[in-house]
């Protein structure tokens, strides 16, 4: 479409109402041609969702790793843009049909809701329901949905997202941080978010094994997991070295190194 017309759009509803969100979908293209502060706020970020899925498929987190740093790390192509990002939709294959290990789902949310922009969630996804596309139809994507079928469903992953949505509401590093890769492996990968004074660590093992994973974190603090507050790590010589489960993430927050003994307390 003419950018003149969404130029008219987004200045139309601007005056209208502040912030009413105007948001565009793209497939393969430039998000530029779409997102910009005289054209709509957001955009169809269909990159990192073919990258999530696939990373964690292919026990290759090198793929995702590339597009968060090709997109939003310093120097990226959509630095600041808060791209709207997704792991299933109307149009693609639920991610309970296409996720080759089911036991990867929560690090899969946990990208989705720890990368640059906004997270969405497809109705039903949280329960996990499956739905492949065809080229037939697309009601296997659509389905309608009554709440009572899923009452004594395992509500485990509803648990974690909710844990997840808590944890972007506390911390802007999160929500609008810079990103920057911190270590990167076929079946591991650690980035970091920060915003002001706030940091923020994810980190991610996808291997059917716990690993060990040692990172730098210049500023003497204690860290804490937010998904998990009986992990609490204390940096020694500008570092730490975290024990990560197999098929698990963590989200580790960064706190100053004197309220270690509260932290110990809500333990």
């Known amino acids: 479409m003419d950018q003149d017309f969404f130029r008219g759009l987004r200045k139309f509803v601007d005056s209208k109402k502040e912030d009413f969100w105007l948001m565009g979908e793209m497939v393969h293209g430039d998000y530029r041609r779409l997102v910009a502060p005289d054209l709509l706020n957001s955009s169809t970020n269909y990159e990192c969702y073919k990258g999530i899925y696939s990373s964690h498929n292919d026990k290759n987190y090198f793929e995702i790793n590339h597009s968060l740093n090709r997109l939003f790390a310093q120097g990226g ?5 808060k791209l709207y990002n997704f792991v299933d939709n109307h149009d693609v294959t639920r991610i309970g049909s296409i996720l080759k290990n089911k036991n990867h789902i929560t690090n899969v949310y946990t990208v989705l809701f720890t990368m640059p922009g906004i997270p969405s969630i497809y109705y039903g996804s949280e329960w996990m329901i499956e739905g492949e596309k065809s080229r037939e139809s697309d009601d296997n994507l ?50 970091a978010r920060s915003y002001e004074n706030e940091n923020v660590y994810v980190v991610l093992n996808l291997a059917d094994y716990e690993e060990t994973l040692s990172f730098r974190i210049e500023v003497e603090t204690v860290v804490k997991d937010y998904l998990d507050d009986k992990n609490v790590y204390e940096v020694q ?29 809500e333990v």
């Open 77 to 81: 192509l959509y630095q600041g843009f």
């Open 142 to 191: 659509r389905p309608a949905l009554e709440i009572e079928d899923f009452a004594q469903r395992d509500d485990t992953l509803i648990q974690h997202i909710k844990k997840l949505s808590e944890a972007r509401s506390q911390f802007k590093a999160l929500s609008c941080g810079e990103y920057k890769q911190v270590i990167v492996k076929n079946e591991q990968l650690v980035y």
């Open 237 to 265: 010589n500008g570092g730490i070295s975290v024990n990560v489960p197999a098929c698990t993430g963590m989200i580790l927050v960064a706190n100053k190194k004197e309220k270690l003994e509260k932290l110990e307390k």
